[in-house]
């Protein structure tokens, strides 16, 4: 049987330098004049915004002729600014989410989607790997030399929150050829080869970590639940929203209603790539074939991951054309799905390492049955490789952390006045603490019996305060319901327990792909690590 060839980063868009990002700045204007009007809309749209008169301005606006964009580098700044001004246009400011988008931005963004082999709708790709510029055109991109081309609030902390991502893209960058490389000496059966570029995958990765830990020092909680992230939601499950069969694109396949999701770093290819790579897996929510018996012996399949690689069944089915619902809502991973919503060659560069990815098996096999058989050497190989996977159940970590304070303790805390911005609606529960989840977002309700937020081993909430009384009137944060893919579930009228409000049914989805994670090291160990974190120390 013939090998498959190992991908080429450059046929698919990636740099070995800059991985996901490109290679040069994002274009901060688009050169060709017949784009200023997007221009000078996208200039002063938050002024718009919050004036209430984007609307307007939008439906002033003529349909331009999006194959005018030339280059990869103008479509994407086509698409960034078509991003920004539609998920303002939608959700508005003190307004009722509008269910038509005007053809002066629908016709134009889908036509730019199609051209980057995307969906018309906000994505990490707009808001990270598209959406930056350099301090110093000879420096590094890191936290201290970037700055963002655009943001829906206006605010530094959503710069924050995008170029904490874009950093991470930049410190994992050099690790793609590293993947590339270790499957190359997996076939060249060159142990001491592949402990060296482990090792220093295992560096990347704890890098990437130490950047995510930045996201505390700028971006403030309060600001990013209440001012940002509603407007990352796309409209898919946002009937409570007012959205009930998503949004109609003027002009655009006949006008039907279009149900897409929101922006989610879960849409990053590195964070997929790293999947692939090692052989993590992932399931829907509380479907776990692979967890470890409680003799704590190791069920991870063992044998070639192609078979069992869960990521197979979405890259060659129905999602690289079809939107989610169509592969399979109920059933199949969310984090499988944000492919749905990567650039084209990224998505097929992952369809490629899936098909090559070696390493797992071929550590599994070197480690044999029995410890004691193993040399030294192979030791050193499953202790590197448990160390990568380590990693990444560490970046998971101190994920689970973040989304537990600026997600499931602010829907708590509620809004300290009430705009929030966004119109008031009725409240569906009395005295109920509404808690949203999802970058999407979903709401459940909790019981208002006093309970605190704490933190357990793993900086998680185990328990939840109550609202203060009238918090939860804003839209849509408290009626988002039916998340990304069913993340959260309503509790059940009268039940008490916190577990199955949307925070809590959030976390149990992360925890989920953290234990997945841990669960692949060769050598198990337990997924809730002895440190204690508490929320001030971030
Ligand atoms: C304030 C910061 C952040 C918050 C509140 C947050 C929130 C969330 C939420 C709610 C989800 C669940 C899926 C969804 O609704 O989209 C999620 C998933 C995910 N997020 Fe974040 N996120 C943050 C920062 C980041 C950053 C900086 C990264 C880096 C790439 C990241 C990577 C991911 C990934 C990979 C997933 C999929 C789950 C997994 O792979 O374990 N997030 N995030």
């Known amino acids: ?4 060839a190992l991908p080429v980063l450059a046929d698919y868009d990636i740099s070995p330098v800059t991985g996901f990002l490109p290679t040069e700045e994002p274009l901060q204007i688009l050169p060709d004049p017949y784009f200023t009007l997007w221009e000078e809309t996208f200039k002063c749209f938050n002024g718009l915004l919050l004036a209430s008169r984007l609307r307007q301005r939008v439906q002033e606006l003529p349909v331009l002729d999006a194959t005018r964009l030339k280059t990869k580098a103008e479509q994407r700044r086509g698409y960034l600014i078509l991003c920004m001004l539609s998920h303002a246009y939608v959700w508005g400011k003190h307004e009722v989410a509008a269910e038509v988008l005007p053809a002066s931005l629908a016709v134009p963004w889908q036509k730019v989607a199609d051209m980057l082999e995307m969906q018309p709708v906000l994505t990490h790709a707009a808001v990270v790997l598209w959406n930056w510029r350099l301090l110093y055109k000879d420096g590094s991109r890191d936290l201290n030399n970037l700055d963002t081309l655009g943001t829906l609030s206006g605010s530094s902390d959503e710069s924050w929150f995008y170029l904490v991502t874009t950093a991470i893209e930049a410190t994992g960058a050099p690790v793609l050829s590293k993947l590339v490389s270790a499957i190359q000496l ?3 059966e060159n142990v001491t080869g592949l402990i060296q570029e482990l090792e220093s995958i295992r560096d990347i990765i704890e890098e990437m970590v130490a950047v995510l830990r930045r996201m505390f020092e700028r971006c403030d909680p309060y600001v990013f639940y209440w001012k940002v992230r509603p407007y990352l939601a796309g409209w898919e499950n946002m009937a409570e ?3 009930l069969n998503g949004v109609r694109y003027e002009g655009v396949d006949n006008g039907e209603y279009k149900k897409l999701a929101g922006g989610s770093a879960a849409q990053s290819s590195l964070i997929h790539a790293l999947d692939v790579a090692f052989g993590v897996e992932h399931h829907s929510t509380g479907f776990r074939p692979n967890k470890p018996q409680a003799n704590g012996g190791q069920t991870h399949p063992t044998n070639d991951n192609k078979t069992n690689n869960s990521y197979n ?3 060659n089915g129905a ?7 169509a592969s399979g809502s109920g059933s199949t991973n969310f984090i499988k799905k944000m492919r749905f919503y990567m650039p084209g060659p990224h998505r097929n ?3 490629h390492l899936t098909e090559v ?7 599994t096999s070197k480690a044999g049955a029995t410890a004691k058989d193993r040399s030294a050497e192979i030791e050193k190989l499953i202790s590197v490789y448990d160390a990568c996977i380590h990693q990444i159940k560490s970046f998971r970590d101190v994920h689970i952390q973040m989304v537990t304070l600026y997600i499931v303790m602010q829907a708590n805390r509620g809004p300290s006045i009430s705009h929030g911005g966004f119109a008031p609606q009725p409240q569906a529960h009395k005295d109920k603490t509404e808690v949203a989840n999802g970058h999407a977002g979903t709401v459940t309700t909790a019981s208002s019996a006093e309970k605190s937020a704490q933190a357990n081993g793993s900086g998680e909430v185990s328990t939840i305060k109550p609202a203060k009384k009238g918090s939860s009137i804003l839209y849509p944060q408290n009626v988002i319901f039916g998340a990304p893919y069913g993340l959260a579930k309503k509790q059940e009228e009268g039940n008490d327990v916190v577990r199955g409000t949307g925070g809590t049914d959030l976390i149990p989805f992360l925890r989920q792909s953290r ?3 841990n669960e692949t090291k060769i050598v198990p160990t337990s997924a809730i690590s002895k440190r204690k974190h508490s929320f001030a120390g971030y």
């Open 349 to 351: 560069f992952l369809t």
């Open 241 to 243: 929203a007012g959205l």
């Open 1 to 4: 049987m013939a090998i498959t």
């Open 357 to 363: 990815a070696n390493i797992r098996p071929f550590v």
């Open 515 to 517: 234990d997945e994670t």
């Open 313 to 315: 069944d979405v890259v």
């Open 319 to 325: 999602a690289k054309s079809a939107p989610p619902e």
């Open 186 to 188: 997996v076939r060249d």
